[in-house]
């Protein structure tokens, strides 16, 4: 089975500093993918950044980019110029390369951006 | 940008009772899910729901849930005989893609008190 672990329970960061979110997973796939997802106060579920696990470059949206390290089963999650919207809680993500694509979470950090 | 809608925003229910939960994915999408997430928990996997039928349901999704797609455009979760553990936040989400490759668009959550 597929585990997803986040090692960092709280976070917090000054406004328009970087900021970084660990992830570490256990999988014996060779091909899957990894996601981030942010959940505000509001409690949606906001898709982040992706990445595909054969891809070696890292991706990159706005001011979010990833370290991911598939021999280590690392994928972090760099947040750059940090907005006070950026306060939520952050679920790393990881899917199998299957039809179906359940997702498994882990148990999310809770980041805050002071002003 | 289109929605995945749910409703209703929070119910209350005694326990012991039948609850069902409404989802109405992005209307092109074909792969639909139910996640929860108890409180201050990490969001938990419950089914996956392809061509009309399951196709992937975890250990949680026991005989007490089901799940349907009535008429083509609501997708429901029905909880049987509630019991207090059954309280948490439950989101809904579909993908155009097969096995979610690109991510899901989730829901805003109904949340559930079961009482």
């Known amino acids: 089975a597929q585990t997803v672990t986040q090692s960092q329970p709280e976070m917090s960061v000054q406004e328009a500093e970087t900021v970084t979110l660990s992830c570490t997973y256990d999988?014996?796939?060779?091909?899957?993918?990894l996601f981030w997802y942010k959940q505000p106060p509001s409690r949606q579920m906001i898709l982040v950044i992706r990445?595909?696990?054969?891809?070696?470059q890292n991706a990159t949206e706005n001011r979010f980019s990833v370290n991911f390290q598939k021999a280590a089963k690392s994928f972090s999650l760099k947040i750059s110029d940090s907005q006070l919207g950026d306060t939520a809680m952050y679920f790393c993500?990881?899917?199998?390369?299957?039809?179906?694509?359940?997702?498994?979470f882990g148990a999310g950090t809770r980041l805050t951006v002071k002003p | 940008e289109p929605e995945v809608t749910q409703t209703p925003s929070h119910q209350v229910t005694q326990m012991g009772q039948e609850v069902i939960l409404r989802c109405v994915p992005i209307?092109?999408?074909?792969?639909f899910y139910w996640y929860r997430q108890i409180l201050g928990q990490k969001v938990e996997f419950l089914v996956s729901?392809?061509?009309?039928?399951?196709?992937?349901k975890s250990e949680i999704f026991d005989d007490q849930f089901s799940v349907e797609r009535p008429d083509g455009s609501n997708f429901t979760l029905k909880i049987r005989s509630t019991k207090l553990e059954d309280s948490a936040m439950y989101f809904c989400?579909?993908?155009?893609?097969?096995?979610?490759?690109?991510?899901?668009?989730f829901g805003s959550g109904t949340r559930l008190t079961v009482v």
């Open positions: 989400a579909s993908t155009n893609r097969q096995g979610g490759s690109y991510g899901y668009t």
């Open positions: 999988t014996s796939e060779n091909n899957y993918y």
């Open positions: 990445q595909e696990a054969y891809k070696q």
């Open positions: 993500a990881f899917m199998k390369h299957t039809a179906t694509g359940d997702m498994r």
């Open positions: 209307s092109n999408h074909l792969y």
């Open positions: 729901f392809y061509n009309n039928e399951i196709s992937e």
